[in-house]
């Protein structure tokens, strides 16, 4: 039962470079969301997907672009890095029901660290 | 706007202590509730959850949190620490019909023998 399933998990880029984070969740869920994590701020939200077909930004989307390919898979595009997106990111998917947000239960990837030279 | 603040980036106790770490949240709506933790190099995962059904929450690994809203805190305790609590844990908030979670900055739990 794998779950949340991200690559890669290390990934070292200079100024400038463009690369994508891959995220995969095999619990059929409809929601899929992609977080950074920083020293000492806690989790920011950068996207977020309530179903296939749909995004959203989040606190953060500054930088990114994403793409939600099917109901498994929701991709981050960094098109240019910068040292300010050195960070760890976290990919997680939930099943929303409707009103009943506290079915909302977000399950997380193990996730990607990411460094900016 | 919701936010959520967690009190001490860093909590040491003794093994078989009591374990507190502390929340409070500011929402104008009744809000949902959860405890995250992480171990390191991992990623998130649920310890438990309020959902208004009842204020003293039972999560896993001997975890339990109380919903207090006249003080707006859900801390979260143990009452015996183990070496394998090492952690950092989060605290979240949102509402309903909300897809957002909002997280504290995180408390880092160490234990010492």
């Known amino acids: 039962n794998a779950g949340v399933t991200q690559t890669p998990k290390f990934q070292v880029l200079k100024t400038g470079q463009s690369m994508t984070l891959q995220c995969a969740q095999d619990?059929?869920?409809?929601?899929m969301y992609w977080y950074r994590q920083d020293p000492g701020m806690g989790l920011r939200l950068i996207y977020y997907?309530?179903?296939?077909?749909?995004?959203d930004k989040g606190e953060v989307p500054n930088g990114y672009n994403v793409s939600r390919l099917n109901k498994r898979e929701f991709s981050l595009r960094l098109e240019s890095a910068a040292p300010s997106q050195t960070s760890v990111y976290f990919c997680?998917?939930?099943?929303?029901?409707?009103?009943?947000?506290?079915?909302?239960?977000?399950?997380f990837g193990a996730g990607t660290r990411l460094s900016v030279l | 706007a919701q936010s959520v603040t967690q009190l001490g980036s860093h909590v040491s106790v003794s093994e078989g202590a009591l374990v507190l770490l502390r929340c409070n949240y500011s929402?104008?709506?009744?809000?949902?509730l959860f405890w995250y933790v992480q171990y390191p190099n991992q990623g998130l995962q649920l310890l438990l959850k309020?959902?208004?059904?009842?204020?003293l929450v039972k999560g896993i690994n001997g975890f339990e949190a109380e919903f207090k809203k006249s003080e707006t805190s859900f801390h979260l305790t143990k009452p015996s620490a183990h070496m394998s609590d090492a952690a950092e844990y989060f605290c979240?908030?949102?509402?309903?019909?909300?897809?957002?979670?909002?997280f504290g900055s995180g408390t880092r739990l160490l234990v010492r023998p």
């Open positions: 997680a998917s939930s099943e929303y029901e409707g009103g009943l947000q506290a079915k909302n239960i977000q399950y």
């Open positions: 619990m059929n869920h409809n929601s």
């Open positions: 997907s309530a179903s296939e077909g749909t995004t």
């Open positions: 929402s104008s709506v009744p809000p949902y």
């Open positions: 309020y959902t208004s059904a009842a204020t």
């Open positions: 979240a908030v949102t509402r309903d019909s909300s897809y957002k979670l909002i």
